[in-house]
T-cell receptor, first 117, second 110 residues
């Protein structure tokens, strides 16, 4: 079946502009995550959606970052007034959380490479 | 306390060698420890994972060793192949959130 898809694959923008990044999770997956991967760094957690619960926004680096998940499926990460330090690969993952959360394997999309000039 | 420390940053081994990647953590609330493999231009993919009540897990050529008392775990790749050249991330989970190590770039030469 289809995996997690993200669009666009690459985005170049000018400092100060707003950008929207899209994630289509695997159908039926209840949880959706956004991560940021900077060059030579690990994955930095940004935000987590689970079902109809309030999202965990604890990883968002500033109030310029926001995300929403419509209808429990597609998610959009928005970065307002982009800065050069926002340049990174933004990865989305989804998982099916069972009651006990025993494995909760996260399946990642290919990412969106954002370059802020 | 949420940090997962991973070493080495990069590793070069010859084909057939056994690269070992190490990770350490502090938070005893972590309850699941996956390893992800990432090829250039792709998202990370789950390779193998272990729970803290198990000391070792093998899947094919990949083995996780887990030392709960030392709060350390490691990935061993047996009979490494050039196709194993990738970046490997350890991770630790609590409350459905993963904390990742900084990654190890592995190169397997002929």
């Amino acid at each position: 079946g289809a995996g997690v898809s993200q669009s666009p694959s690459n985005k170049v923008t000018e400092k100060g502009k707003d950008v929207e990044l899209r994630c289509d999770p695997i159908s039926g997956h209840t949880a959706l995550y956004w991560y940021r991967q900077s060059l030579g760094q690990g994955l930095e957690f940004l935000i987590y959606f689970q079902g109809n619960s309030a999202p965990d926004k604890s990883g968002l680096p500033s109030d310029r970052f926001s995300a929403e998940r419509t209808g429990g499926s597609v998610s959009t990460l928005t970065i307002q007034r982009t800065q050069q330090e926002d340049s990174a690969v933004y990865l989305c993952a989804s998982s099916f959380l069972s009651g006990g959360g025993h494995t909760d394997t996260q399946y990642f999309g290919p990412g969106t490479r954002l370059t802020v000039l | 306390q949420q940090q997962v420390k991973q070493s080495p940053q990069s590793l070069i081994v010859q084909k057939g060698g056994i690269p070992i990647i190490n990770c350490a953590y502090e938070n005893t609330a972590f309850d699941y420890f996956p390893w992800y493999q990432q090829f250039p231009g792709k998202g990370p993919a789950l390779l193998i994972a272990i729970r803290p009540d198990v000391s070792e897990k093998k899947e094919g050529r990949f083995t996780i060793s887990f030392n709960k008392s030392a709060k350390q775990f490691s990935l061993h790749i047996m009979d490494s192949q050039p196709g194993d050249s990738a970046t490997y991330f350890c991770a630790a989970r609590t409350a459905s959130k993963l904390t990742f190590g900084t990654g190890t770039r592995l190169q397997v030469t002929l």
